[in-house]
């Protein structure tokens, strides 16, 4: 009776504060958006059929196929446990904080605490949903594919939470609704720190091309010609041997910039679910790989990411300081004596949770574009170079192309059989066939 009780002054206390409830009705919207699509996808991996222009063995089609729509099944569980999760530690943290206070535990405390929890919560729930959070790095995806309590996946998270909360706690304390501007601030430098790290990292991990035994002289020849053209310098690209799989990334803020190519797309990558099939990129196509990735530099795409990162996370974090600013009594969820910062901590947990999925969508439909403007550059300065045999034998690795709607959802990346597409259709256009 008294858990009914609660859930009906909790209904009150949204009704009251409308902007509350129309937080609520996008994040409930979105999420049962996300897990529509994931149905849809599970429905179209299940009835795909191989396309005519990769050469797989159909046992291995099928194999992959049927693994895929296993998987979408997978990601739908997962996005409904992930967010019912967050929602159910949304709902107990005012339980919590009037339990900590018949303890005698101070605020101050119990803040640190519900730090403490919504780290171990992140960190349990990272590999279920990428989870959004007001300062999340927008390079540190290496790290992400990292085992869940492995130094760097932990240090990720750990700055998530810390980063925020750390300032508003003293922020507030000192300046109360102003202390906006100084989390702001907090924020700017977070995100640059996070940059430059991240970086810095892999700059130390990285071997420059030109040491790298693996390329031929005339590879290191072109590309030192290449690199002088686009303004770059020989020790900005090297060889990354992590265990990534077949990949490459840019990474840059102002003038301190790196490329990495992983060692798989330089050796051969042996496919574990298909181990007939070896990706094996040539030299010319390593190439091509490296122009995309110099593209991204030369478009200044990780300093705009940066840049949108911060002024969604102001933008929450402004919200969060007005929005939530009243006694904390006032939401009859909270004793008298309750402190701000607390309730703030509450209110931003409350967005994360709301907004994760339409942020998501943007930050995702943003990267697509980025990417584009990636081919355009390699394209426009090194079209010749075959760039297309990598997604084609990508395709080879991942046969079942995803459903539209469910990639404009989730896709880092446009589809690979649409780059390779339009990589084949520019070299008809544009390359003698001795090129």
Known sequence: ??????????????????WLMILSIIGVASFAFYRLVDFLQFNHAKNSSKAEDIKINDEVFERKRAGKASRTIKTLWKGISSWGAQLAFIASIPFLI???????????????????????????????????????PYVCRAFQNEKTLQPGNMAFHAWGVASWSIPVYFFWEYFQVQGWIGSVIFIVIAQVIQVFFFIYSIKKAA?????????????????????????????????????????????????????????????????????????????????????????????????????MGILISSAVTIAVYHLFSADPSNYGLFEQGTS????????????????????????LLVSRYKE??????????????????FFHQIRHIAPVANFPLWHSCNGTHPPAHEREKRMGEWEKEHCNPES
């Open 1 to 18: 009776m008294e858990f009914l009780d609660t859930l009906k002054h909790v209904w009150a206390v949204v009704l009251e504060h409308q």
């Open 372 to 389: 584009t403007q990636a081919d355009t550059h390699l394209l426009n300065t090194n079209g010749c170079k075959n760039g297309k045999d």
């Open 98 to 136: 009037s339990w900590f206070s018949a303890k005698g535990i101070t605020n101050g405390y119990a803040y640190i605490i519900l730090m403490v929890m919504s780290f171990v919560l992140n960190l349990a729930l990272s590999k279920l949903f990428p989870l959004w959070n007001p300062v999340r």
């Open 207 to 307: 071997i420059p091309y030109q040491k790298y035994d693996g390329f031929s002289d005339k590879f290191k020849q072109n590309m030192q010609k290449y690199l002088q053209e686009n303004g770059m310098q020989d020790e900005e690209v090297g060889v990354l041997n992590m265990n990534m799989g077949p990949n490459a990334f840019a990474t840059s803020i102002g003038g301190y910039r790196q490329i990495v190519i992983t060692e798989e797309l330089i050796k051969g990558y042996t496919d574990p679910s298909n181990p007939e099939f070896t990706l094996k990129l040539s030299e010319d196509t390593i190439e091509a790989i490296t122009s995309h990735e110099v593209g991204h530099i030369k478009h200044h795409h990780v300093e705009k990411g940066v840049i």
């Open 340 to 363: 701000q910062q607390l309730l703030l901590y509450w209110g931003q947990t409350i967005f994360n949770t709301m907004l994760v999925y339409p942020i998501t969508f943007i930050m």
